[in-house]
């Protein structure tokens, strides 16, 4: 059916429920649901529904302690066409196998299902991650591994991979919304509600996290952390390897056979790395020349800078940075992903989005974000 161009059409209401368990970490539900408050708000439409929900409707406490009353239980009448598991500390023994069967039952009737922190973990046990992409805090990330070999683990700060995504944790929750948001509703309300959160930029899949070198080494290598918080120290004047070496009363040969063994590369390579990523994120975040930024990471000409970035990241900076502006284009609707509407319980709820909704009104920002043209 062709509607009239003078038609209002009204934008689909998503409903999302976020299921909490013990322990759940506040910042990554928080960063969840506010970016959608913010999506109505600046839209002045409603756009968004959320719930709170646990297995059998009593509070769950947070990380930090503060205890949650939710607005229903798993077994209430409560409109979801999408839900997220909102993990945290000792995540594994934070649910169960009514936590299990319920989120089974919700991907037969067809629901979109999302982790953030580690509430991947559970979906991951209910076998509702096999054969999709993964983001989960590095605490977790080698402990996935091992347990579900058939997850596609990433170190990436989040995956959306069809009707999954997976958010590792802390505010990536904020960054993973936002791109969901600017999928469904275009890049101008995602880019809004960045600024509205005075947000640097909105980062996306190809950021990876930043796993700390003693979760990896432990405490057994002492001498290896040092060098390389040096190196993460001396980004734009870097050290001479036999320096760094003599810092930590190791020959070179030494340093380099700690690298080898490690990290499976030489120091110079390593610290090459780190330079090319810190150059990575100048040239997303800023508008500096390029010729700034090579200095600024301690490489002595441009062309030197350029010749090893394309090595090593696959293009060039210059057209790394077309890639990112080009990226901030609007988002084409047929080349949007489809997403499930589709409703899970036929009987209506009253969400607290709704009164954060009627108190979104009142703020000059209010409808500021016109959605015609998702541009």
């Not at 299902?113 to 805090?137: K, N």
């Not at 309300?189 to 947000?199: N, T």
Request: glycine share 6%; aromatic share 6%.
């Amino acid at each position: 059916m062709v509607r009239s161009t003078t038609e209002t059409v009204s934008e689909p209401v998503r409903s999302i429920g976020f299921l909490l368990l013990n322990n759940f970490t506040m910042i990554s539900l928080a960063s969840a649901v506010e970016a959608l408050r913010m999506a109505n708000q600046l839209s002045g439409e409603k756009l968004y529904n959320w719930h709170t929900l646990t297995i059998d409707g009593q509070p769950v406490s947070a990380s930090d302690g503060i205890q949650i009353t939710p607005d229903a239980s798993v077994a209430d009448q409560v409109e979801l066409d999408t839900v997220i598991v909102v993990g945290g500390v000792n995540v594994t023994k934070a649910y169960n196998k009514a936590h299990l069967n319920w989120l089974r039952d919700m991907d037969r009737k067809g629901c979109t299902l999302g982790g953030i922190c580690t509430g991947a973990y559970p979906l991951a046990d209910a076998g509702l991650l096999d054969g999709y992409e993964c983001s989960v805090h590095w605490e977790y990330l080698a402990s996935m591994q091992e347990t579900f070999p058939h997850v596609r683990c990433t170190n990436s700060l989040f995956s959306l991979d069809r009707n999954r995504f997976t958010a590792s944790g802390g505010t990536v929750a904020l960054d993973m919304m936002m791109n969901i948001i600017k999928q469904e509703h275009g890049y101008r309300l995602s880019a809004a509600i960045s600024e509205m959160f005075i947000c640097d930029r909105i980062r996306d899949e190809s950021d990876q996290q930043k796993v700390p070198l003693r979760h990896v080494l432990g405490t057994s290598q002492p001498k290896l952390v040092e060098v390389v918080a040096l190196m993460e120290a001396n980004i734009e004047e870097p050290i001479e390897m036999d320096e760094l070496a003599e810092f930590v009363d190791l020959s070179r040969r030494q340093l380099e056979r700690l690298f080898q063994k490690y990290l499976d590369c030489s120091p110079s390579k390593y610290y090459l790395k780190l330079r090319l990523l810190r150059a990575r994120q100048l040239l997303m975040q800023n508008t500096m020349p390029i010729i700034d930024i090579a200095a600024a990471c301690g490489f002595v000409s441009t062309p030197h800078f350029s010749k090893c970035y394309r090595e090593h990241m696959g293009v060039p900076p210059s057209e790394e940075r077309a890639a990112i502006k080009k990226g901030q284009a609007p988002v084409e609707p047929e080349s949007q992903p489809s997403v499930v509407r589709r409703k899970l319980i036929s009987k209506p709820q009253d969400s607290i989005s709704s009164g954060a909704f009627s108190e979104a009104k009142k703020e000059s920002t209010f409808g500021s974000v016109n959605l015609k043209g998702k541009s």
